[in-house]
């Protein structure tokens, strides 16, 4: 088993984060290999951010991810540059706050899942918990490692104080997924 993953936004999305969070729960609660990489613009908000990480069952030896099994978009910019290096038959998941529909092409291409992420995350009352909820969303629809282990890296890596949130934004992306 492995799988190449990339979430792709703008500086400010927490989307670094997300993957880092992503890697470290299958580094550290499971026995599968991860490489974590990351790449933003010189901008701290706004600028184009993206963290690819790859989780194997197998030693990994190529560590940089050029066509991702899975894509989550949170930009419009993101979903521009990187909605046609993912692989055949891969899964895209836009957050339709920002990014418009996919086109019409890649849709029979890839497998699009489509949810308000951003805006979710404003009625949970902070919009800065979207990653967390696209992580849920992530973690649910791949199954890449186990919720549980993604909860405890998401509460080993949050600003203390937010942990509720949190765990009510990882649960709503979960449930999301469940729904679509």
Known sequence: MRMELRLAGEGGQGLITAGIILAEAGAKYTDLNVVQTQSYGPESRGGASRADVIISSDEIDYPQVKNPDVLVVMAQEASDKYLQSVKNGGTVIVDTTY?????????????????????????LGREIAANIVALGLLVETTGIVPKDAAVA??????????????KQAFAAGVEAAKAL
């Open 99 to 123: 990014v418009k529909p996919v086109p019409e092409a890649e849709s029979q291409r890839l497998k699009v899942i489509e949810f308000p992420i951003s805006a979710k995350a404003r009625e």
């Open 153 to 166: 890296a998401v509460l080993d890596r949050v600003p203390k104080g937010t942990e509720e949130l949190n």
